[in-house]
């Protein structure tokens, strides 16, 4: 099984650093927890197996923001050895794709919004911050945005 730090370095893979282009940890982190959202609304199983907390910014896998915390707001930068798109079996890599063309034009505060409206979060950060997400209700809610052509 993949790693959220594998999710997000795919995500990194993606930049275009000639556009200008970069990627946040903040912003990182939305994309992963879409990721994991649609991934469990499709497949009805996770995509990695770190759980996801709602933190005051938003969704955040705690073991990946502490390795990318160093970063601070400043752009992650991609691995050195490069992205092996090898252990990324096809519907994974579509998945990720669909994801980065939906989401990946937002910057970081417009996905920390829109996670804000959104009930996985506000569920969980209603109950406590730094609460985990619940899996379940986010594949239900991930599996409405499906039948509404948002994902």
């Known amino acids: ?88 079996p096809p519907p994974v890599r579509e998945l990720l794709d669909d994801v980065w063309s939906v989401y990946g034009q937002y910057s970081a505060a417009k996905l920390r919004n829109i996670t804000h409206s959104e009930p996985p979060w506000k569920d969980a950060y209603a109950k406590a911050p730094s609460s985990m997400i619940n899996e379940q209700k986010m594949k239900e809610y991930f599996s409405t945005q499906l039948v509404h052509g948002k994902g």
């Open 1 to 88: 099984m993949l790693s959220a730090r594998d999710i997000a370095d795919y995500f990194l893979g993606l930049v275009d650093d000639e556009a200008g282009d970069s990627l946040s940890n903040l912003k990182l982190q939305k994309l992963v927890y879409y990721a994991q959202g649609f991934h469990l609304a499709i497949h009805g199983k996770k995509l990695f197996q770190q759980p996801i907390e709602a933190w005051e910014h938003g969704p955040v896998v705690p073991w990946l923001y502490h390795q990318l915390k160093q970063h601070g707001a400043e752009p992650v930068p991609r691995p050195e050895d490069g992205i092996d798109t090898s252990k990324y």
